[in-house]
């Protein structure tokens, strides 16, 4: 029998997108920059963060990051697998993105506390996803995967689905995903340049934060 997402599991990814209209993507070099850009990150307006597991450094970050700050509510993405889906769950991870779907995935995503948002690309893997109830989705990589064109056609057919769009997006065309009635919040790393955390501008990182969380509107 396929195994069936419970509904309040998709309520919690909408509370979740209810927090911030942007989730910024975050992929740490190291420990030390964890904290200061999640700090100016929060101070910018924005409380919903996504780790990568992309680096040696990202299940330590989440842990510390759980812990200094339990105002923020901090996933892990590039989730790709049930045993990288407990380490980070272990590690005080709130929510999971995955950048894809397998019946394994979305299987450890019925069992664990934590919500996982599955990334699609398609209606088929839409449609595998929907088997299991889920009704919630990283749409991945949105801009190769057809944009908000794309997203707009999906509302006939599947009114009830909705989307975090992610790949591509940046402060100049993430209002045309969130004007969509289908668009829950978007992903992006724009917020976080690899040049600002170098130069350690956290100021800069707040006021990319202030900037983007003022002038989207959902
Ligand atoms: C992701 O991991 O979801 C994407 O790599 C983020 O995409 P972007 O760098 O184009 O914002």
């Known amino acids: 029998m396929t195994k069936q997402l419970p509904s309040s599991k998709n309520d919690q ?16 070099r190291t420990t030390e920059e964890a904290l200061p850009v999640a700090e100016a ?3 910018g307006g924005v409380s919903v963060l996504e780790v990568t597991l992309r680096t040696p450094v990202s299940l330590d970050a ?3 990051l759980a812990e200094k700050l339990p105002e923020a509510m901090i996933g892990a993405g590039t989730i790709t697998e049930p045993n990288l889906y407990k380490a980070a769950e272990e590690a ?7 950048p894809g779907i397998t019946t394994e995935l979305l299987e450890a995503g019925i069992e664990s506390n934590i919500p996982l948002l599955p990334g699609i690309q398609t209606i088929s893997e839409m449609l595998e996803g929907l088997r299991h109830n889920y009704q919630r989705f990283k749409f991945f990589p949105a801009s190769i995967a057809g944009g908000p064109d794309a997203l707009k056609a999906y509302s006939g057919p599947f009114s009830d689905v909705k989307f975090c769009p992610t790949g591509g997006i940046s402060l100049e065309n993430a209002q045309d995903y969130l004007s969509l009635s289908n668009v829950m919040c978007v992903g992006g790393s724009w917020l976080t340049p690899q040049s600002l955390i170098e130069n350690k501008d956290w100021a800069a990182i707040k006021h990319l934060a202030e900037e983007t969380t003022s002038t989207l509107k959902r």
């Not at 990814?13 to 740490?28: E, G, K, N, R, Y």
């Not at 005080?92 to 995955?98: L, W």
């Open 13 to 28: 990814i909408d509370t979740l997108c209810a927090m911030s209209p942007v989730v910024p993507v975050l992929t740490f």
């Open 41 to 43: 990150l929060l101070e």
């Open 62 to 64: 989440i842990h510390m």
């Open 92 to 98: 005080g991870a709130r929510f999971i993105v995955s």
